[in-house]
């Protein structure tokens, strides 16, 4: 931000564009944040990109990231103060083979539950993740723009500048994606948004390895390319954006962008337990 000013009018239309989002799915707006705030819980999905990039799409779902070992307190909460109905993925998985979530894999997810309204449809996926750390998965997702969660306290962007002109990186090491990830980034480009296959094509004189836009670079979420918007306090105050420490590289192709080499690398995110994830998810 620029500016003060500019700072507290983004921080509010922040605020009020994450109120707006959870009453969409149904849910109590104190009481959830509330909650989210006593189980180091988190938001991610389409739904928060919505939030920053406002009128594009309508999000079909809300996910909500759990720490290993704090999902029955959010079921407990969803069957306390909501009409939601859960169901584990695991004893509907064969009715939903086309879910986008795959525990069986080292990506960083343990359980997944489908929790759908009685009374409005709308869906909830709540995920627990295999770590002491909500955030792991959401840096191992498909592409860069879809990198961003709010918790109870702030909004995180971990590739802003691209996000905000609707493009972001492939996050892939394969040179030909699955029929599911294919199909994903092809939703996600009749919303407007673009897929770059290298940062060179965001910025021709970035440097590879160093600049925080190159996918070849190690990120950190208290970097400073990576975008914090605190929702309660003032603009010098540090906000709670989860694991702070949680660094992360996506995965690659080459061995850099201009090489016209084969060198397939992995994607990995590890957080402040020391979890090493090293699979890219398929989301």
Known sequence: MTSKAGYR????SAIDRIRKCLKAFNLPVRNTLEMMQRGDVIV????????????????????????RGKLSNVLVFLDSHTQYSAVSL?????????????????????????CTNDSTGKVLNVIETSSNTATAPIFLFHSTFV???????????????????????????????????????????????????NAR???PRHRCHVDPCCGYTQRAVDDQATMWVCLSQDIF??????????????AGTYAYCDSGVLDPCRGWVVGSDGIFIGQLSHF
């Open 44 to 67: 991610s999905g389409s739904a928060v990109l919505d939030i920053l990039c406002p009128g594009l799409f309508t999000p079909g779902d809300l996910d909500i990231y759990v720490p």
């Open 147 to 197: 990198m961003n969660y709010f918790t109870w306290d702030a909004i995180v962007c971990a590739y802003p500048s691209m996000t905000s002109k609707k493009c972001g990186l492939a996050n892939s090491w394969r040179a030909t994606e699955s029929a599911k990830i294919q199909g994903c980034r092809e939703k996600y480009e009749t919303r407007g948004f673009h897929i770059l296959r």
């Open 201 to 203: 094509e965001w910025d």
């Open 90 to 114: 695991a004893s509907t998985a064969s009715a939903h083979k086309g879910w986008k979530y795959d525990t069986s894999r080292d990506n960083g997810l343990n359980e997944v539950y489908l």
């Open 9 to 12: 009018a983004y921080k509010s």
């Open 237 to 250: 105050e540090a906000p709670y954006v989860g694991d702070s420490a949680v660094t992360w590289r996506l």
